[in-house]
């Protein structure tokens, strides 16, 4: 349910929601950061980007005005902890006492990783769909192994979702980071500890980018299709905050942190497979995904959907040799995690090597 505020600007009902988060949607919504920092309780204002992004950063430095403390645009994919140090420096330096985190997963994950380190208000500012925003979870790389964590505090204070920051994002990468955050509400589906409100809140996601998706490749500069998007992509990640993930993110998880990959694309490549792995152990959680995408088995559902978007659907594509398969199911099977269905290695190693090639997933 959502209230109304000023500006035609869309407030979730915490309450209602059942959330602890600041969360407004609507066009323009970044030229009134300053009083959303303000609420918080935020003094002091370090702007975080990638350096592709930094002409954001200064523009939110100019909107910020005399909160601005600086801004940090070196933000990087999985969260190296090296580039976190220095930007705690700099942080410190500037005497901030919050960041405004805008970008996607790698600047809000940056976000983050500062807020495990310091006392900090976190704003986010999203542009794409990944969904980190939402969730108490972090991923950090460092000497090329990923690990990840969940914490309260880790979530973001504040998300604020300017539809008119996501109009320019390249289809390619809406595509990719769409189903990036689709992946969180096909795994809650399945997940041990889900609920009737997780299941409801994961189809809600899935729903508004089924819906969303086409009419945003359509027109991708219709501000309402992306504000709609942009509401499946929060409905996505708070449910990833709600519940345990399993095979999926673990074996992205693995790739990214050991072969560097592009974590959206990522994502995009492995989810039919992870998906049509698990659907003999989860065939009746996962029946609304093959409903709603229109086939028998969800991870040819979901594949189908994936394809008619022009989504990438092989890891050699991305330069993944043939040789680091066998590593990566190794390293997928090494650490016991709970899954719907029992993990092998010699299972994975089959995904893997259908992920590599291209082809369709198979259960």
């Known amino acids: 349910m959502l209230t109304v505020s000023e500006r035609n600007h869309d407030v979730l009902d915490s309450d209602i929601q059942g959330i602890d988060q600041t969360v407004a949607f609507g066009a323009g919504l970044r030229h009134h950061v300053r009083k959303y ?14 350096p592709h992004q930094s002409d954001l950063g200064l523009e939110l430095a100019e909107t910020l005005g005399g909160s601005a403390a600086g801004i940090f645009s070196k933000a990087a994919m999985h969260t190296p ?22 970008g996607g997963g790698s600047t809000i994950g940056l ?30 790389t460092e000497n090329g192994v990923k690990s990840t964590m969940s914490d ?13 920051l996501v109009t320019t994002l390249p289809v390619p990468m809406t595509v990719t980071s769409a189903i990036n955050a689709m992946a969180h509400a096909v795994e809650a589906l399945y997940a041990k500890d889900r609920t009737e409100a997780t299941d409801a809140l994961a189809v809600q996601g899935l729903k508004a980018f089924h819906e969303g998706l086409p009419a945003v490749l359509e027109d991708p500069s219709d501000l309402h299709a992306r504000e709609e998007t942009q509401k499946g992509a929060w409905a996505c990640g708070t449910v990833l905050g709600q519940v345990g993930m399993a095979l999926h993110h673990k ?13 959206a694309e990522t994502h995009a490549i492995i989810l039919p497979h ?24 969800p991870g040819e559902a979901l594949w189908n959907f994936a394809t008619s978007l022009g989504a990438p659907t092989s890891l050699q594509a991305l330069g993944v040799a043939e040789t680091d398969l066998d590593r990566v199911a190794a ?32 259960p």
């Open 37 to 50: 920092a303000a609420q918080a309780g935020a003094i002091r204002v370090l702007i975080l980007t990638t």
């Open 274 to 297: 992870a998906t049509s792995y698990n659907w003999p152990a989860a065939q009746t959680e996962l029946a609304p995904v093959a409903k709603m995408f229109g086939a028998e088995e």
């Open 81 to 102: 902890t090296d580039i976190t140090e220095e930007a705690l420096q700099h942080l410190n330096e500037a005497g901030a006492d919050a960041v405004l985190s805008a």
């Open 331 to 362: 390293l997928a099977a090494q650490n016991p995690y709970w899954n719907p269905r029992d993990i092998t290695q010699d299972g994975i190693r089959a995904l893997l090597q259908r992920a590599w090639d291209g082809t369709a997933p198979q």
């Open 152 to 164: 309260p505090k880790l979530r973001p204070d504040v998300v604020l979702y300017d539809p008119e």
């Open 251 to 263: 074996l992205c998880h693995t790739l990214g942190g050991a072969l560097n990959l592009p974590h």
């Open 111 to 140: 976000g983050k990783a500062l807020a495990l380190r310091a006392p900090l208000v976190q704003i986010a500012l999203p542009t794409t769909y990944a969904g980190s925003e939402c969730t108490p979870i972090l991923g950090q």
